[in-house]
């Protein structure tokens, strides 16, 4: 294992330093571009004196190195205003909503890799033949449906043509009464079986088959891409060659010696199609009234609640560079090679 | 050019799929340049007036791809929106080129403590998801086409930046450059006139395969009503338009988001073409089997 502590320090220094840097873009975004910050963050509607009062918060008619020194400081005491909708402190509404963001992301980005790497080594052992090409296509078309759209049309034909699967929300309200099932940690999974409550855990698994459908649709995708395409290029080495010759069946070679050369650089690109789920997510939610961070974003997008819209994008944010970071180490502790 | 032009259409036509995006492609490009002049009911596509009587007409003749709440065409309202969706793709592409051509061409030549500080400011951009922060400036801005590529190109710049900067770091120590150094030629003259034209070709690549993303994501800004306003007929405006009907009728989503689907497809199907007519080597093994 090949990673030492100096690399760790590093790099947790340098996620400080990116946390930074995503604050003072907001900051921008927020202080500096609009005309009037104060209204962006009191309402549209505020009275003179909430306005006045909200220049001074703010510290408007001070310097502006003034004004971002107090806006870091706001960040990390926990102070990211108050939501125009929900009328509570935006940092509230997403810690109550992020289990549900993070049960729904995880589920749909494991499946999309396990399933993507499977469908991924399929194609490339059958490269130019038939399922090769359907694979591709698959991937190809995953890679480019719009979430939203795809959320809309799956909603439309299995909850209302076809009403096998509820849509809304993450349980039947009826369901928690009947049973009395309590969240306890927010991952109705885990509290389910915690309290092993089967009828809420069916309940809950099956209102995210569709909203886990739609939004592992661009991981899988570009999953399967890269795995084919690496794998493709590892059967061509001499190595791989050299084990078939030597009468090693393929499946044997693919398993215990491509599959290793393929994982890593899968590995490294998670990051980033961790970045088009919790994008993607903003939108499912929003289309299958699943009340995670993406609903709560996309609702105060669609009401204009500039503290909530804020908070909330610089919250998936840190937590972005966080997975990058997470998988910078996997990669580094899988691929030897990788250099600190 | 001419002969690599016609080079790459032989290994297309070879390839049914290929083809089949290059076709879509080459399609979606002509419609959203002529869509103004091939329109049977303007004022539905633009969206000036409005007819309750013939609203939500489901698919027929008439209407191939129904009618929305106001009674207007659909299929007419798609047209023109491809117009909307190639101006905006290719404007955000070509600024976010612009601004990341020059970052990356400065940081990757001076290098040293200017070099530094405008990689970690492209590094600032990248901490966040793709989208995220369009939707962040574009909520700010307010809703325009305008600002729909503003706000697009801003969260897009970082990623030429990266790969002109990794481009020119390979470019600058070939022995032409070194020459030009010797032979007393400025810096300006040496970045412009060696370094930009023989480091561009990996980034104007990348650009072109990323238009298929940039439809995407001003589709997916104008859905979450961040986009171009009405009654603008943007995909995603018209998609995010037909949202609330979804139950009662159905086309008024389902039309202009396959439009939209294809579009990426073939999009993505040409950028593989040409990521594969590039690299020589899957090539080769192509063409073993």
């Known amino acids: 294992m090949p990673i030492t502590r100096t690399y760790l320090v590093k790099r947790i220094l340098l996620l400080f330093l990116v946390v930074l840097g995503v604050l003072v873009i907001s900051f921008i975004i927020t202080r500096v571009i609009p005309a009037r910050p104060e209204l962006l963050w009191v309402g549209l509607h505020a009275r003179a004196e909430q306005i006045e009062r909200a220049r001074k918060e703010l510290r408007l008619d001070e310097p502006i190195y003034v004004q971002l020194y107090y806006y870091l400081a706001d960040f990390f005491r926990g102070n990211w205003g108050i939501s125009w909708r929900t009328r509570q402190p935006v940092i509230l509404d997403i810690i109550t909503s992020l289990p549900a963001t993070l049960e729904l992301t995880i589920t749909a980005f494991t499946l999309a890799f396990i399933i993507g790497v499977i469908l991924g080594l399929v194609a490339a052992v059958n490269y130019g033949k038939l399922a090769d090409k359907v694979i591709s296509l698959i991937s190809i078309i995953a890679a480019s449906i719009p979430v939203f759209w795809l959320g809309l049309v799956l909603q439309t034909v299995f909850s209302i043509w076809y009403p096998v699967l509820p849509a809304g929300m993450r349980v039947d309200p009826s369901l928690v009464i009947g049973t009395g099932f309590k969240p306890i940690t927010n991952f109705y999974i885990l509290d389910s079986l915690i309290q092993l409550n089967i009828p809420v855990l069916l309940d809950v698994l099956k209102r995210m088959i569709l909203p886990v459908i739609t939004l592992m649709m661009y991981p899988l995708g570009l999953t399967i891409r890269m795995t084919r395409s690496m794998a493709i290029e590892s059967l061509q080495e001499v190595y791989a060659k050299a084990l078939e010759v030597w009468g090693l069946p393929r499946s ?8 290793k050369n393929v994982i890593a650089p899968v590995i490294a690109s998670l990051g980033l199609s961790f970045g088009y789920t919790v994008t993607g997510a903003l939108m499912v939610e929003l289309i299958f009234v699943y009340p995670g961070i993406g609903y709560y974003v996309g609702m105060a997008l669609l009401s204009f609640d500039y503290p909530a819209i804020l908070g909330g994008i610089v919250f998936v944010a840190v937590i972005y560079s966080l997975v990058n970071l997470i998988v910078d ?4 502790w899988i691929d030897p090679r990788v250099k600190f | 050019m001419d002969t690599i032009l016609r080079d790459f259409l032989k290994f297309l036509v070879k390839r049914p799929l290929y083809t089949t995006g290059f076709i879509i492609v080459v ?9 103004p002049y091939i329109l049977t009911k303007p004022e539905d596509a633009w969206g000036i007036t409005y007819d309750l009587s013939r609203a939500f007409q489901p698919p027929s003749l008439e209407y191939p791809f129904g ?31 612009i601004i990341g051509v020059i970052v990356g061409l400065v940081a990757g030549y001076l290098a040293g403590v200017t070099g530094t500080i405008l990689m ?19 909520s700010v801005l307010g809703r325009s086409v ?13 990623w030429y930046a990266r790969l002109m900067y990794v481009s020119v770091n390979s470019v600058k120590s070939a022995l032409y450059v070194e020459a030009a150094r010797v032979i007393g030629l400025g810096k300006f003259t040496i970045m412009i006139k060696y370094i930009l034209p023989n480091s561009l070709i990996p980034v104007i690549t990348q650009a072109m395969l990323d238009i298929g993303s940039a439809i ?26 037909g949202w609330v009907y979804v139950s009662k009728a159905y086309w008024i989503t389902f039309f202009p988001g396959l439009m939209l689907l294809i579009t990426v497809v073939g999009f993505n199907l040409l950028g593989d073409a040409v990521k594969e007519y590039m690299n020589p080597r899957l090539r080769n093994i192509a063409a073993k089997r």
């Open chain 2, 27 to 35: 399609a979606f490009i002509i419609v959203g340049c002529i869509a």
């Open chain 1, 329 to 332: 180490i996997i990669h580094a």
């Open chain 2, 67 to 97: 009618t929305d709440a106001y009674g207007r065409d659909m299929l007419n309202r798609v047209i023109l929106g491809s117009r909307y969706s190639l101006i905006i793709a290719m404007c955000v592409i070509v600024l976010a080129l």
């Open chain 2, 120 to 138: 970690r400011i492209t590094d600032m951009f990248l901490a966040y998801p793709p989208l995220l922060l369009a939707v962040a400036f574009a």
């Open chain 2, 146 to 158: 305008l600002n729909t590529i503003i706000a697009l190109a801003i969260s897009w710049w970082p």
């Open chain 1, 252 to 259: 044997k070679v693919l398993y215990k010696y491509i599959l």
């Open chain 2, 216 to 241: 995407l994501e001003a589709s997916a800004l104008s859905f979450l009503g961040v986009g171009v306003p009405p009654p603008i007929p943007e995909w995603g405006r018209l998609i995010s338009e």
